[in-house]
């Protein structure tokens, strides 16, 4: 069996979906011939931790070498859950960051990564390395064990990187340091794995001269976990979900004003109606709830572990999603869309045209909208109100869905890995 070292910043026992992808890798690549070796930081404070996706990899026996780090985080207690700082502050957080560190804030995990990489390559011969971002200090680490050790290096994108119109840069310098790691780190990479076409396209034509191959391996859902829950819906009304996290133009308040319009011209539904949200959700939302009405309707769980969230999504009758109108949000494909589709569920999406809806289209099982127009959105609620009375909700195109298995999208991988290592 070859070997491959993983590295990823972000991984079990963290929460939260970039954490997702990384961790079904390593579970499913022993079965396409491929055993990893993950190198990762130790646990330190972050938003969410979840033992439910940690028991998995313990079970697999996938080795695992947590290293010290030094880094903001690492101010907080050693597997302490952080409240989620309000928008305001996050940007000053934000740009105070992106002033000192390049290429993030997780600079100083590099030399104790890099040094544990080496370390544990002196144990077993390693085929390629394998690194995923954000935090693109990842790619750093892998770029440096990859040419010390003459081995393929693939990086993975979850977000662009210089291409990202989230990242602001304080000073054209600091861009031109972005945009020389970035360089530096695709020269030395066999090959590049995205989760959509556009981060894929954005990196290539930035780098054209380079002529990496591209790999759009998109997020994805655990099939097992998906079928193993049994459906049952609230009884006689109608159940809209949703779980994850809300931050920057992700906001609650479109899909809520919607719905508040939704029962005010149908006063019957007050009754028949639940709106669940499990996850992280902004400190103003109890506020705007009360001011809307909806205090009735609207149920608010909390942080629920990964296992429980798929069961609360497959009680639903809806599962809704939105991403925000913004520059670069035909980049995004959230990996909430990914396990929402797992469950071969309708989803109600307040998203703007671009990766998201693309993939929505092709599931077939949608209603999108725009994601600020309240209008839209209530007439998207009536017609979802009218195929829920009718039990004619639109059906998924299974085929389509079925390659979304973290199973078979690791078969890419593991296809991947098997051409740089032969390249």
Request: with cysteine.
């Amino acid at each position: 069996m070859k070997q491959v070292l993983v590295v990823a910043y972000y991984f079990p026992p963290l929460g939260l979906s970039g954490v997702q992808r990384i961790g079904g890798f390593v579970r499913h690549l022993p079965e396409y011939g491929w055993k990893p070796t993950v190198l990762t930081a130790k646990p330190a404070g972050y938003f969410a931790h979840d033992d439910s996706l940690w028991a998995p990899i313990q079970e697999a026996g996938i080795r695992v070498i947590q290293t010290r780090s030094l880094d903001p985080t690492r101010f907080f207690r050693a597997g302490s859950t952080v409240k989620l700082p309000r928008e305001s502050k996050r940007k000053v957080l934000a740009s105070i960051s992106n002033w000192v560190f390049v290429p993030d804030n997780k600079l100083g995990w590099m030399p104790f990564a890099v040094r544990a990489g080496l370390r544990e390559a002196s144990f077993q011969a390693f085929n390629a390395i394998f690194s995923s971002a954000p935090p693109y200090t990842g790619h750093l680490v892998g770029c440096k064990i990859a040419r010390r050790l003459g081995l393929p290096l693939i990086v993975d994108f979850r977000d662009d990187w210089v291409g990202n119109p989230r990242h602001i840069y304080p000073t054209p310098l600091h861009r031109r340091l972005h945009v020389r790691q970035e360089r530096r780190v695709l020269q030395n990479a066999s090959a590049v794995s995205t989760i959509n076409h556009p981060i894929l396209d954005g990196l290539q034509a930035r780098h054209k001269r380079l002529n990496i191959p591209g790999h759009v391996i998109s997020h994805g859902y655990e099939e097992q976990r998906a079928s193993s829950v049994i459906r049952k819906n609230h009884k006689n009304k109608l159940c809209l979900v949703y779980t994850g996290v809300f931050y920057d133009a992700q906001t609650p308040e479109y899909f809520l004003r919607g719905l508040r319009e939704f029962l005010i011209q149908n006063p019957d539904m007050l009754e028949r109606v639940t709106a669940i949200f499990a996850g992280l959700v902004p400190d103003y939302f109890a506020r705007l709830v009360r001011s809307l009405k909806l205090e009735q309707v609207v149920q608010y769980v909390g942080y629920l572990e990964h296992s429980s969230v798929v069961a609360l999504q497959q009680r639903a009758d809806i599962l809704w999603m939105t991403i925000g109108s913004r520059p670069g949000a035909s980049q995004i494909s959230t990996g909430k869309l990914f396990e929402y589709m797992g469950t071969r569920k309708p989803i109600l999406a307040l998203v703007p045209p671009g990766a998201a809806s693309d993939t929505l289209h092709r599931y077939r099982a949608a209603y999108i909208v725009s994601p600020e127009d309240i209008n839209q959105a209530t007439q998207a609620l009536n017609r979802i109100r009218n195929d829920w009375r009718n039990q004619c909700f639109p059906e998924p195109d299974e085929a389509f869905v079925s390659k979304l298995s973290r199973k078979h999208l690791t078969q890419r991988l593991s296809d991947a890995l098997n051409t740089a290592v032969q390249g």
